[in-house]
């Protein structure tokens, strides 16, 4: 078990984020064609806003809080005046208030993608297999508030913001603070991690065209004339 746990967090988010940034340049670099979102908006209109709304805001929300709240040192939010407890309750209630949205966004998409037969059709197994695993995800991590519930001191939020410290900081013993952590924390990360596996060989790719876009915002102007 001590190995199985050393694998899972000490060894396993570097072979994800390898895989996550490297298949990401091999696939800009070799399949650019594949690029893209893929987006059934002509096929079906029906449920898309909504749902396409409600999880890229969720998503979105919950991925900066995570980065946020575990990579922000101890010592910097009690600086600001925030306490331990205090800061786990916001997580609890903004990661409750986000996950549901992304979860009812999730939920339209996936019956959208699974019930018109159109859609169905040009969905790639993968295009379903990624919803599914995204849905997996976000569930337990819900269920991991109820969990968090039972310990609102912050103590194990502290155990696993000092893994994900150590593991950015390319510092041992990461895996350590994982042991004694409740199993559905485990499997929660788990899943989390293995989405950047699959990040490269799915349509999530158009995440990194989001960024460029915000690039593109602060373009230098193009000076055109017209013809003499």
Known sequence: ????????????????????LIGSLVRFEREQYTWKSDSSQLLKRGQLRLGSNLFHIGILAL????LIGLLTPQELYHALGLSTAAKQMLAIIAGGVFGSMCLAGLLLLVHRRLSEPRIRATSTRMDIFILLWILATLALGLTSIFVSLGHRDGSVMVLLAN????????????????????????????????????????????????????AYVTRAYQIVRSRS
């Open 163 to 214: 893994w994900a410290q150590y593991i950015v900081t390319f510092r041992g013993g990461a895996a350590d603070f994982i042991a004694g952590v409740h199993p559905l924390y485990k499997v929660h990360l788990v899943f989390g991690m293995t989405l950047f596996v699959l990040f490269p060989f799915s349509r999530l790719v158009h995440v990194w065209s989001g960024f460029a876009a915000i």
């Open 1 to 20: 078990m001590n190995y199985l746990n050393h694998f899972l967090f000490g060894i396993y988010p570097y072979i994800a984020l390898s895989v996550f």
């Open 63 to 66: 991925f900066l809080g995570h």
